[in-house]
């Protein structure tokens, strides 16, 4: 009876062996080949250098942002020179037009005076001859006298019609070179103004330049010492990673796969040992077009094989891999994913990617009032006095902006009762003294504009959730008013431009011993430097006071692994020693935690935080910890992770 029972279940087992075997040899794979690689910084410049000094060595360890190099542009002292004497040419010949005009005007002015005084003498004498004729009129016949006096008149009135003329004719050349000689459209000002603004950018250039690495590395290569001239785009320095940083993969042609960006694969080398652990990646882009294998990964150097490429991006610093070593890519975890011939096969990995999720703890509400799922944590406070977080968020709650009380273990208790509607769009939050401080972005919304609301610095005092004072400024009229204080300032320049493009957003202040930090989040300095700057006294400025400010720091918040620029979206300070959080500008939501210090101008990464976006952070000195705030977006709840950074 057992034979007969077992029979059946027998026959079901090999059936399903037979359909995962038929399974596995169909055209579908879960794993590529590929090959480690990594990023390398060549140092080289557009124009020819001089080396000032040289701070790193062929084979020692960078961090992202350290000094390692110093020129000065020795060309510069010539072009300034000649550019001098043709400025000095151009004056003169200035001059010298000026001088002929103001000849000619004085000449003009003479003339004019001329014929005024002779057809103001004819006129003299003809009114005269009209006078003696009235005189002699009882001595005379009466017709004659009448034409005597029709002739005198005639003539009487063309004089005064030909000295108006004459006189008119020579003041309008007397206006159209007095016109002339003020306008500063003329050619030759047009050119002076060009070479005078060609000559302050010269001017600019003409100091020693430095340059610092993009990311953590190894020097390569040093090609000169200090002292020798460098030609036009010469390398100077070559930087690469200390390990290899990405996987450069294919996947055969004619070979089905389900890769997409974003997914999570596990890495592992073909010359490894079987029982090392695989370490994890994430599919940074696919390739758009077939292309043929690489020499290495051809099963036969002389068949041809072609695929589409995949760039994985490796999210473990520490592992092994040599540059160029070939490596296996698997879309499963191979300690994890089961066996193809396993009947009760585990579950096969998400390929998401995302920390582990114990790692954060999602924000919630002990308020009936209050829907944590409504709340888009944009920023985060720590007050010591009342102990007990402030959180802000970028997004209306129930059409009032709000500012919200966090417990310490990420609950939200109440709402602040703070008289918020002049302004909106919240972004970050400090403290000095008594004062806390929210910003709105100062960003023009989805549709281009750019309302009142949004313009808004306001700070306010609170005690047992009661404010007790209030105040807001036109922070974007403050800008506005330093981008035109002095033109050639950097700082002006940088803020027109900004507000001319609408490209103006700052998620990022703090308010420190009466003066305001604001961190740019776009537009960058030039191509890839984060700008803050500092705004001195402002109690005065909350009085009115005309604004006093300077760029403080430029900062490179390079993505450490691809080197692409990052925007920064929060700061705060404690004991001299800054933290900064960046996001990335990819569809593929990325976030750093960065600690700098000034006075070194060092900056070093502290965490990484993959597949979600870091709004917010606070600092609570007496448990060394930092809390970091990541918005997940409409209808979600916003997640907050607490980091130990006892270095403080």
Not at 184 to 211: G, M
Not at 452 to 479: G, H
Request: charged share 25%; with cysteine.
């Amino acid at each position: 009876m057992i034979k007969k029972l077992l029979l059946p279940f027998f026959w079901v087992v090999s059936l399903f062996v037979v359909f995962m075997l038929s399974d596995s040899f169909t055209d579908k794979s879960l794993h590529f080949f590929g090959i480690a690689g990594e990023r390398e910084q060549s140092i080289s410049f557009q124009y020819p250098v001089e080396i000032v000094q040289i701070f790193s060595a062929e084979g020692k360890d960078v961090a992202q942002g350290e000094l390692m190099l110093e020129v000065k542009r020795y060309d510069l002292n010539n072009d300034l020179t000649v550019l001098a004497q043709e400025i000095r040419g151009y004056e003169l010949q200035k001059q010298e037009t000026d001088s002929t005009i103001g000849s000619q005007l004085t000449g003009l002015n003479a003339k004019k005076q001329a014929i005024s005084a002779d057809m103001d003498y004819q006129i003299h004498i003809l009114e005269l001859r009209l006078k003696i004729n009235a005189d002699m009129m009882n001595s005379i016949s009466v017709s004659k006298l009448a034409k005597a006096d029709l002739a005198d008149s005639v003539e009487l009135n063309d004089l005064k019609r030909k000295r108006y003329f004459l006189i008119q004719g020579v003041q309008t050349e007397i206006d159209r070179l007095t016109e002339q000689l003020n306008t500063q459209n003329r050619p030759i000002d047009t050119q002076l103004k060009a070479l005078l603004q060609h000559q302050d950018e010269l001017r600019r250039q003409n100091v020693n330049l430095k340059v610092s690495a993009q990311f953590d590395g190894r020097v390569g290569s040093v090609y000169f010492k200090p002292g020798e001239l460098v030609s036009p785009f010469q390398p100077i320095i070559t930087v690469h990673s200390r390990t290899p940083r990405y996987i450069k993969g294919y996947i055969h042609e004619n070979i089905l796969n389900d890769v997409k960006v974003g997914q999570a694969v596990w890495v592992k080398s073909i010359a490894s040992n079987q029982h090392e652990k695989p370490f994890k990646g994430v599919v940074e882009s696919l390739g758009n077009r077939i292309v043929e294998y690489p020499e290495r990964l051809k099963k036969n150097p002389l068949v041809p094989a072609w695929g589409r490429e995949i760039r994985v991006r490796l999210e473990t610093l520490d592992q092994p891999l040599l540059f160029g070593e070939k490596v296996q890519v698997f879309l499963e975890n191979p300690e994890h994913s089961s066996q193809w011939f396993s009947i009760f096969g585990e579950a096969r990995a998400s390929g998401r990617n995302v920390l582990k999720k114990q790692m954060f703890t999602e924000i919630e509400s002990s308020s009936a009032s209050i829907n944590a799922n409504k709340i888009e944590a944009s920023g985060i406070l720590w007050n010591p006095k009342e102990e007990h977080y402030l959180l802000v968020s970028d997004e209306q709650y129930k059409r009032q902006t709000s500012i919200f009380i966090m417990e310490e273990a990420g609950v939200i208790s109440a709402g602040l009762a703070l008289d918020a509607d002049d302004i909106n769009d919240l972004e970050s939050i400090s403290c000095d003294d008594d004062y806390i401080y929210v910003l709105s972005s100062l960003s023009h919304n989805k549709h281009g504009r750019l309302k009142r609301k949004r313009k808004k610095l306001m700070r306010f005092r609170y005690q047992s959730q009661r404010v007790t004072e209030q105040q807001d400024i036109d922070l974007y009229a403050v800008l506005k008013q330093l981008s035109k204080q002095s033109k050639k300032t950097s700082l002006a320049l940088f803020l027109e431009q900004a507000m001319t493009e609408h490209s103006l957003d700052i998620e990022s202040h703090l308010v420190l011993n009466n003066t305001l930090y604001l961190g740019f989040k776009s537009p960058f300095l030039g191509a890839d430097k984060t700008l803050i700057i500092k705004v001195t006294d402002v109690n005065a400025l909350f009085g009115g006071t005309a604004p006093k400010a300077e760029i403080w720091r430029t900062i490179n918040l390079h993505d450490p692994e691809s080197g692409e620029p990052m925007l920064l979206s929060d700061m705060i300070q404690s004991d001299g020693q800054w933290f900064f959080l960046s996001v990335s500008r990819s569809p593929v939501k990325k976030s750093v935690l960065w600690h700098y210090l000034p006075e070194k101008g060092r900056l070093k990464m502290i965490q990484q935080f993959s597949g979600v976006k870091a709004e917010g952070i606070a600092y609570r000195p007496e448990k060394s910890l930092l809390t970091v705030v990541f918005d997940e977006g409409n209808n979600k709840s916003s997640k907050y992770l607490s980091i130990l950074f006892p270095r403080i």
